[in-house]
């Protein structure tokens, strides 16, 4: 019992390591994007989002599920205590990592105009696209060089190279975005079209920082493997008379892992690339203008999406940690273990995500106001689309959450079943919302929401066929949602009452979610939402304890 206690707890705190470094590294991207939207505005921002979508389809399909695969295939190997075989897959990810990302690389440089311009209807993001084509290789090798030493149980490495990637990307991705946007406005003022030459050279500097930010992560990853390999290599002398699998034998296990997680990773982000597609091509159809198009998808992918994916990146690093851990307890049958560590792990997130997603629903329009002053007349789109799908918050950290959870627990398969039932689905309801009801924007958002809830009821169902779990409700969901309807109706009036007092949004907005962060915290030590081993299995557990008792808030 006292393992599986300690073995729940690290659980949690490496995943918390994660879930933090996750979320320092979306408040930087959250933070470069302000001055980089000032610079290239909506249009620009929609050029990069262009960009992004491809890209990332396209690294889903070549690596993105490396980090994942190789985690839990060492993880496996790691609990036998086979470290010579957990070395073998390590090299033969690399090999797969250097040669997926070195054919995708190829085929986005030079299909860059067909994807921006044929398919996805914008022409003006091949410069952007480019620009990241190389960066498939390098994120690549990143990825295999962090599912290794997640793999191994140590989340710190993986954590602090996604800070460092992000500081690097959030520096260079403005300095860059300037400079070319000032560039590309020249070029335009010469070729007479500076209104879309200026945002694709600004949008092509974003990407510019994405590749610099991809380096000095990997810089990072290599110093830290080189380091600890002193110490991986004493374990593998030590495992005399091991028998280790042929180099082929491990290659086609890692391949048997990587295409369910390929598979399900990709149809489960493949959904933006079709929707934009979609939105695209049938708004141009129904007669919307060029500029209404590009204006509208670039506030729903450099606004909306911005922001909901802060407090997903918690669900996606805990899904990270909970795949070797549950590997760990699955391949060991401790069924008790694998049960207790799902439920910590969805508590977690959903403890989070509660109260995410209500507060960007209550000051949906006063955060863009204040985040995005230059293009504050897209500031009511944005705010629109954040009362249509605020929810998405908690549909995509449950959905992202339980793929991984159900990838711990060997059922690959699973969630790309799910995945395609959910995509096909989501298509459907699009072409009816934008073609019978004519939700333009919107149905993109009403969609999205719609595939992340069928996600989640796919893999819940899952979760309790195969492992045994029955989803607790009360400490899980209805005690956050209370808090969180709690906090939310005081926080809007807050916000109301000090915007009254000041007239200024930065201050009323910045007060009020710092009211909503406490309401929430007391309101949930109340209502018993968490007890005191809850709090201590979190990132200085113990300091929140005492804080939490000095106020008499936890008994």
């Known amino acids: 019992m006292g393992k599986s206690k300690q073995n729940g707890t690290n659980f949690l705190v490496q995943g918390s390591i994660l879930a933090i470094a996750s979320i320092i590294s979306?408040?930087?991207?959250?933070?470069?994007?302000?001055?980089?939207?000032?610079?290239?505005?909506?249009?620009?921002?929609?050029?990069?989002?262009?960009?992004?979508?491809?890209?990332?389809?396209?690294?889903?399909?070549?690596?993105?599920?490396?980090?994942?695969?190789?985690?839990?295939?060492?993880?496996?190997?790691?609990?036998?205590?086979?470290?010579?075989?957990?070395?073998?897959?390590?090299?033969?990810?690399?090999?797969?990592?250097?040669?997926?990302?070195?054919?995708?690389?190829?085929v986005v440089y030079f299909g860059a105009g067909f994807f921006?311009?044929?398919?996805?209807?914008?022409?003006?993001?091949?410069?952007?696209?480019?620009?990241?084509?190389?960066?498939?290789?390098?994120?690549?090798?990143?990825?295999?060089?962090?599912?290794?030493f997640q793999g191994l149980g140590t989340m710190m490495p993986s954590a602090i190279s996604q800070i460092i990637e992000q500081i690097a990307n959030a520096i260079a991705s403005v300095w860059a975005a300037y400079v070319l946007f000032g560039y590309g406005t020249r070029i335009g003022a010469?070729?007479?079209?500076?209104?879309?030459?200026?945002?694709?050279?600004?949008?092509?500097?974003?990407?510019?920082?994405?590749?610099?930010?991809?380096?000095?992560?990997?810089?990072?990853?290599?110093?830290?493997y080189t380091v600890y390999m002193r110490v991986f290599k004493k374990r593998m002398r030590r495992e005399r008379g091991a028998n280790v699998s042929p180099f082929w034998y491990t290659f086609k296990l890692l391949i048997i892992t990587i295409i369910p997680v390929l598979l399900s990773t990709t149809i489960y982000n493949i959904s933006g690339i079709i929707d934009q597609g979609i939105f695209k091509n049938v708004a141009l159809l129904q007669g919307y203008t060029?500029?209404?198009?590009?204006?509208?998808?670039?506030?729903?992918?450099?606004?909306?999406?911005?922001?909901?994916?802060?407090?997903?990146?918690?669900?996606?690093?805990?899904?990270?940690?909970?795949?070797?851990?549950?590997?760990?307890?699955?391949?060991?049958?401790d069924m008790e273990?694998?049960?207790?560590?799902?439920?910590?792990?969805?508590?977690?997130?959903?403890?989070?995500?509660?109260?995410?997603?209500?507060?960007?629903?209550?000051?949906?329009?006063?955060?863009?106001?204040?985040?995005?002053?230059?293009?504050?007349?897209?500031?009511?789109?944005?705010?629109?689309?954040?009362?249509?799908?605020?929810?998405?918050?908690?549909?995509?950290?449950l959905s992202t959450l339980s793929n991984g959870l159900l990838q711990g627990i060997d059922r690959l398969k699973v969630p790309v079943i799910n995945a395609v039932i959910a995509l096909v689905a989501h298509v459907i309801l699009l072409v009816l919302l934008m073609m019978f009801f004519r939700l333009n924007i919107y149905a993109v958002v009403v969609a999205n929401v719609f595939?992340?809830?069928?996600?989640?009821?796919?893999n819940s169902r899952a979760l309790t066929k195969y492992s045994g779990y029955h989803q607790e409700i009360k400490k899980t969901f209805l005690i956050p949602l209370i808090c969180s309807l709690i906090m939310g109706v005081i926080t809007y009036f807050a916000y109301k009452g000090l915007y009254a007092l000041c007239k200024i949004n930065s201050v009323a907005a910045i007060v009020?979610?710092?009211?909503?962060?406490?309401?929430?915290?007391?309101?949930?030590?109340?209502?018993?939402?968490?007890?005191?081993?809850?709090?201590?299995?979190?990132?200085?557990?113990t300091l929140l304890v005492r804080i939490a008792k000095t106020l008499h808030l936890l008994r």
């Open 26 to 106: 979306r408040i930087i991207g959250l933070i470069y994007r302000i001055p980089m939207t000032e610079i290239i505005g909506d249009v620009g921002n929609n050029y990069y989002g262009c960009a992004f979508d491809v890209y990332n389809i396209v690294l889903t399909i070549s690596s993105f599920s490396l980090p994942q695969a190789v985690s839990k295939t060492v993880s496996a190997q790691v609990a036998k205590g086979h470290y010579k075989n957990a070395y073998q897959v390590f090299k033969g990810a690399m090999l797969f990592g250097l040669g997926s990302g070195l054919i995708a690389a190829l």
């Open 116 to 148: 921006t311009g044929t398919l996805l209807k914008t022409p003006y993001s091949v410069f952007a696209l480019k620009v990241l084509a190389p960066v498939l290789v390098v994120v690549a090798v990143l990825g295999v060089l962090r599912g290794f």
């Open 190 to 224: 010469v070729l007479g079209d500076s209104e879309h030459y200026g945002p694709a050279y600004g949008a092509a500097g974003g990407t510019l920082g994405t590749a610099t930010g991809a380096v000095f992560g990997l810089l990072f990853m290599i110093f830290v």
């Open 290 to 333: 060029e500029h209404e198009v590009d204006v509208w998808w670039g506030v729903f992918s450099g606004k909306y999406k911005l922001l909901i994916n802060i407090p997903i990146a918690i669900a996606s690093a805990m899904a990270a940690s909970s795949v070797p851990t549950l590997t760990a307890s699955f391949v060991e049958k």
């Open 337 to 397: 273990r694998v049960k207790s560590q799902i439920a910590a792990a969805i508590r977690f997130v959903m403890i989070i995500a509660f109260p995410c997603t209500m507060g960007l629903t209550v000051l949906a329009k006063p955060i863009f106001v204040m985040l995005f002053p230059g293009t504050s007349a897209t500031a009511d789109i944005a705010a629109t689309m954040m009362l249509w799908g605020s929810s998405a918050v908690i549909f995509y950290a």
């Open 451 to 458: 595939f992340a809830l069928l996600m989640c009821i796919l």
């Open 512 to 541: 009020a979610i710092l009211v909503a962060v406490i309401v929430y915290a007391v309101t949930l030590l109340l209502l018993k939402g968490v007890n005191e081993e809850d709090i201590l299995s979190f990132p200085k557990g």
